[in-house]
């Protein structure tokens, strides 16, 4: 009925950060509470800055280490924001991770005598990778690994991870180049995971609207940025074969 259809519209919006339940049960635009909500982008040096949602002239969100609570690079997010700062851009926190931006990471293994530690590729990505003797299989010290994170960082805590393929020591040949491919693969395929979970909302016979509209915006926006990073692999897979990662890369391109 049209009252379901109203409540599971309003619920996808507040899911998606576009609108916030307060404590007193009513709706609000997060703009309008001292909210900003948008993508995370994480410097080398711990800090970083929130890129708010349809950005126009509004201020970019700086976010200190400490003010992250778990939050990792790309991820989208929502900031409580402080804007009377003495003139200086804004400052803010993160209250709520919205979606995650990776699921996978590749980096180089370091192994103690009960746990491990995969220090990510990407020097922005925001945290070490603690592993358990229980899940790091057949990885050695100095080996590059592909990581699955089972476990999001929290509380200062590390994020916690499973290797799921051992790539080849760092001092091996290719094994550089193969790893960057691998990153971008797996990018990609999060990000066009990310676009089928919004386009889902049309397949079930959701008209494209005003209020339904970011949702779509999203999608393309996620399509395209899969298609980015596997144009990438494509590019590296010219100068390294690999069938299995040239097909899934190819797979993203004709989607």
């Not at 126009?56 to 409580?80: C, E, H, K, Q, T």
């Not at 094994?175 to 995971?193: N, R």
């Amino acid at each position: 009925c049209s009252a379901t259809k109203f409540w599971n519209e309003l619920i996808a919006l507040e899911k998606n950060g576009q609108i916030i339940k307060t404590r007193f049960g009513t709706y609000g635009l997060p703009e309008k509470m001292g909210l900003v909500t948008g993508r995370l982008q994480l410097t080398s040096k711990g800090f970083g800055f929130v890129i708010p949602d349809n950005k126009g002239d509004r201020p970019d969100v700086f976010i200190s280490p400490r003010a992250l609570n778990g939050a990792m690079n790309n991820d989208r997010v929502m900031a409580r924001v402080n804007y009377d700062i003495n003139g200086k851009k804004p400052e803010g926190e993160i209250i709520r991770i919205i979606t995650r931006a990776h699921n996978k990471i590749v980096g180089t293994f370091y192994q103690s005598r009960d746990y491990a530690f995969v220090v990510p590729d990407d020097k922005n990505f925001g945290t070490d990778i603690f592993i358990s003797k229980s899940n790091w299989g057949k990885a050695r010290n100095n080996h590059k690994v592909l990581v699955k994170i089972i476990k999001y960082p929290e509380r200062g805590k590390n994020a916690e991870g499973e290797v799921i393929e051992v790539l080849g020591g760092i001092n091996e040949a290719g094994v550089d180049m193969l790893s960057l491919i691998k990153q971008y693969v797996s990018s990609a395929e999060t990000q066009l995971a990310r676009a089928d979970r919004e386009w889902a909302y049309y397949k079930n016979g959701h008209p494209i609207t005003k209020e339904t509209q970011p949702h779509y915006i999203k999608s393309q926006r996620a399509y395209a940025a899969a298609k980015n990073y596997a144009e990438k692999a494509l590019v590296l897979l010219k100068k390294t074969p690999n069938s299995d990662l040239e097909r899934r890369a190819n797979a993203i391109i004709s989607k």
